[in-house]
């Protein structure tokens, strides 16, 4: 292996280290105002740099979050520069979970006629790593321009065949879905592709763990919000990029409640560490798993693209942190509920 895999392992952990820490949430849990976040997240933390430009006084959430979003990808971004076997498909893999996430917002945004609002809270670093025409689909105001902005694209025969309901509505959870999948897939391919032994052990392990407990909440919210049948929920599920077998899906999807849904996942092999994360509510459960499986990976994995993947997962879930402080200072809520959100 090259000194400068090694470098990544090196970097990435080295990185991980200045993470906020205990005594940072503590200190930022009991800050006053926003404004009192930044300014302690200026002086005192490895955020310094990206908000350097950021006023205090002045901040806006939209604005903010741009701007954390910019530094972890940049963070990442610099490990794959080194001498990585996958590094180049592992940006990639952040900049399509990345046009996923901005084409579902986009949708989001069209089913409630306010398209208006897309750009102004579209990540700028995007732009020069993206397929997407960001201009045309800015200007976008109905499904049929959106997918004229998205002709030329991988995204156009993935997506062209929906189409709005008699309300005017698309099925974002299903286009989600349909998205990630196609995210998730390209990372599982590019995996055993270009790697093998421990490296490649490790790294469908990972993904495949979080992918598990997706399905698990995708499941759970599907049932509970959308009251979908269960050959529905099955038709949203991919089990082949699962550890679990299709009985076990299938009984999740015919399960009649959350509690049954819950002991089905329990039963399994994987579903054991429910009980170990900590978890307030449901929604909670994927992203700590997320955190718990990519810290063991983060301390103990030799593969340095294991390492670097680590970090990824780690620094979403720090981002995930300060804007969940970020939120309940400035709406007011207690605490207790904020603390309850952090997932360290």
């Avoid at 997962?313 to 709406?331: A, D, H, K, Q, T």
């Amino acid at each position: 292996m090259s000194a400068t895999s090694y470098a990544v392992s090196a970097k990435a952990r080295a990185k991980f280290g200045k993470f906020l820490s205990m005594r940072d949430y503590s200190a930022l849990l009991s800050c006053q105002s926003v404004a009192e976040v930044m300014v302690y997240l200026k002086s005192n933390t490895h955020f310094a740099s990206a908000l350097s430009e950021v006023n205090e006084r002045d901040v806006h959430r939209g604005r903010l979050e741009i701007l954390l979003r910019q530094n972890l990808f940049n963070e990442f971004d610099s490990l794959c520069r080194y001498d990585s076997g996958i590094s180049a498909g592992f940006s990639r893999y952040v900049v399509e979970k990345t046009e996923a996430e901005q084409i579902i917002r986009f949708l989001i945004l069209l089913n409630s006629n306010s398209t208006e609002k897309f750009i102004y809270q579209f990540p700028a670093f995007l732009s020069k790593h993206t397929e997407l025409d960001i201009n045309k689909l800015a200007n976008a105001r109905d499904f049929g321009e959106f997918l004229e902005a998205l002709s030329g694209t991988s995204y156009y025969g993935l997506l062209k065949n929906y189409k709005p309901d008699e309300e005017g509505r698309l099925p974002v959870s299903e286009i989600e879905n349909k998205l990630y999948w196609r995210v998730l897939g390209n990372m599982l391919v590019l995996i055993k592709k270009k790697t093998k032994g421990s490296e490649r052990s490790e790294l469908e392990s990972m993904f495949r763990t979080i992918n598990d407990y997706n399905i698990f909440s995708r499941i759970l919210r599907l049932k509970k919000y959308y009251n979908l049948p269960p050959e529905m929920l099955k038709a949203n599920i991919k089990p082949e990029f699962s550890d679990f077998n299709r009985k076990v899906i299938d009984k999740m999807c015919e399960a009649s409640s959350s509690s049954e849904i819950f002991n089905i996942m329990r039963s399994t092999g994987r579903g054991k560490m429910i009980d170990k994360i900590g978890y307030k509510n449901a929604s909670d459960i994927s992203p700590r798993v997320q955190y718990r499986v990519a810290k063991k990976y983060m301390y103990f994995s030799k593969n340095p693209s294991v390492v670097m993947v680590s970090f990824m997962f780690l620094c979403e879930i720090e981002l995930m942190n300060v804007i969940s402080l970020i939120e309940g200072i400035r709406y007011s809520v207690d605490q207790k509920t904020i603390q309850s959100l952090i997932i360290h």
